[in-house]
């Protein structure tokens, strides 16, 4: 590193010298996920070259490690395809975790592993956040909840219903991990209760055998948004009736514009309302306190209970190691509103913060390869010209 820049920095960060520092020439992706995984490929096409960083010791890690065993896409195929690879048409509507896991393999044989880079004398510097709106789970600080006595997990953590056979088990949260796993619970015959505490969006994942997404994303083409949410609703009502009166009470703004204004994702019901509808689901208001194999609800219902799902969402960890105050707001998404926060200053990009799921971070990676293609391109032309110069001059002085 540069000495001035090094005491620069030092004066700010006197544990400098102690950590390790390595210099990289062309632009450091950070995460090999999907969105990561997919910047590469674009940039591999280019002939950019890059490195990739990931904390965990595999690439797609929240894929592989953090999602459980019957997990499928709960979007149609065509809406979660990496750029340049299509599912193969024999694959299902709705693959399956294994499914997505097989069409990253090409993407990662072909280049883009963790740490991987060709040497360059180019000075290039492009930093592409791909960390994901994922990547730590929230877990909520419930009075009493340390000594509650049974088996508490993240819904990241579950794998399988098997281990709950006949157990009465808490799922807190009601979003698609709660709804899923609290199905998932009932097909290994164990008793949950899933914890609404405000509110929900449910719809049926199709509606006489068409994607409610697809449906969705069609009336979009023609309608503006709040006139989809309002027939979205209408149609959810005549196929599901009112789900109010299971303890669903719907948000008061729309699904879409409740998923843009804020992320919550509405729930594309696979199963789990007939099981609330059964009594198989047990819903339930919110947690006043936990007490040793016992929770005590708003209501002031006590219910026992063996085990805890707190299937309570994610976060995004990118401000705690990216030091840079104007691209991201305090909770790690882009300041500006999409389509337009996929680039920020100096050099800094992120993929996978538009609340659009993979077809959201598709896009983005496209943007930014192209984006980072043309300043790599355009940079490499000017040092070949510098290079021919300082060669000419060389070789007249002698
Ligand atoms: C259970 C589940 C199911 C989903 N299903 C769908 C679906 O059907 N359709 C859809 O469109 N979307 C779905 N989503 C949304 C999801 O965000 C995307 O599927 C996708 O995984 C996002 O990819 P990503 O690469 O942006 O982020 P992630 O997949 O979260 O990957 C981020 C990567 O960055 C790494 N990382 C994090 N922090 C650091 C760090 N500090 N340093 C280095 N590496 C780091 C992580 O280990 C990880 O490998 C689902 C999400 C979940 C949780
Ligand atoms: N098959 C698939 O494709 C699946 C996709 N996913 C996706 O993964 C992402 C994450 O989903 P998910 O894990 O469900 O997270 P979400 O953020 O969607 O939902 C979190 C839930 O936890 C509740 N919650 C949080 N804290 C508390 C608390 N202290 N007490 C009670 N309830 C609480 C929230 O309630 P409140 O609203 O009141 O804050 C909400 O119901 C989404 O994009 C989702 O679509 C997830 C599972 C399966
Ligand atoms: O973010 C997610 O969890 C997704 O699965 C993708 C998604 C993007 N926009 C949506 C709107 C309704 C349901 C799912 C999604």
Redesign the pocket.
């Given at each position: 590193m540069d000495q001035s820049l090094f005491h620069e920095l030092h004066e700010k960060d006197p544990d400098l010298s102690e950590r390790k520092w390595t210099l990289v020439n062309g632009p450091v992706i950070?995460?090999?996920?999907?969105?990561?995984?997919a910047t590469s490929a674009f940039l591999r096409e280019q002939g950019v070259p890059f490195v990739v960083?990931?904390?965990?010791e595999c690439?797609?890690?929240?894929?592989q490690k953090?999602?459980y065993d019957r997990?499928k896409?709960?979007?149609p195929k065509q809406?979660?395809q990496l750029p340049k690879l299509p599912f193969p048409e024999d694959f299902p509507e709705y693959p399956t975790r294994k499914h997505r896991l097989f069409m990253m393999k090409p993407v990662v044989s072909g280049g883009s592993r963790p740490c991987r880079t060709r040497p360059s004398s180019s000075t290039f510097a492009a930093g592409v956040v791909?960390?994901?709106?994922?990547?730590e789970c929230v877990v909520p600080d419930i009075e009493g909840l340390k000594d509650f006595g049974g088996e508490v997990i993240h819904a990241c953590e579950y794998k399988s219903g098997e281990k709950f056979e006949g157990q009465k088990v808490l799922v807190v949260g009601c979003g698609?991990?709660g709804m899923e796993l609290s199905l998932d619970l009932c097909n290994h015959n164990a008793s949950p209760s899933m914890v609404v505490r405000s509110s929900v969006h449910v719809f049926p994942r199709e509606v006489f055998g068409k994607s409610t997404f697809e449906i969705a994303v069609s009336m979009m083409k023609w309608l503006p948004l709040w006139l989809v949410d309002k027939l979205m609703l209408i149609l959810a009502r005549l196929v599901l009736g009112n789900v109010e009166k299971y303890g669903l009470k719907r948000p008061s703004m729309g699904p879409l514009e409740l998923k843009n204004a804020k992320g919550k994702t509405p729930v594309l019901d696979i199963g789990a309302l007939e099981k609330i509808k059964s009594g198989d689901i047990n819903v339930v208001p919110g947690i006043k306190r936990f007490t040793y194999k016992q929770v005590e609800l708003v209501n002031g219902e006590r219910l026992n209970i063996d085990s805890v799902v707190l299937a309570t969402g994610?976060r995004s960890?990118a401000p705690?190691?990216l030091q840079e105050g104007d691209f991201l707001c305090k909770k790690g998404f882009p300041k500006a509103p999409f389509p337009h926060g996929w680039k920020g200053n100096g050099g800094l990009y992120a993929?996978?913060f538009t609340r659009r799921?993979?077809?959201g971070?598709a896009s983005d990676a496209i943007r930014i390869a192209q984006d980072i293609g043309m300043l790599w391109k355009h940079e490499t032309k000017q040092h070949k010209k510098i290079s021919i110069a300082f060669h000419r001059r060389f070789i007249s002085q002698f």
């Open positions: 950070v995460g090999a996920e999907p969105s990561g995984l960083l990931e904390r965990a690439i797609a890690s929240l894929w953090r999602t997990l896409l709960h979007l809406f979660c791909t960390t994901g709106e994922n990547a698609n991990s994610y960890n705690s190691w993929v996978g799921g993979l077809s971070a």
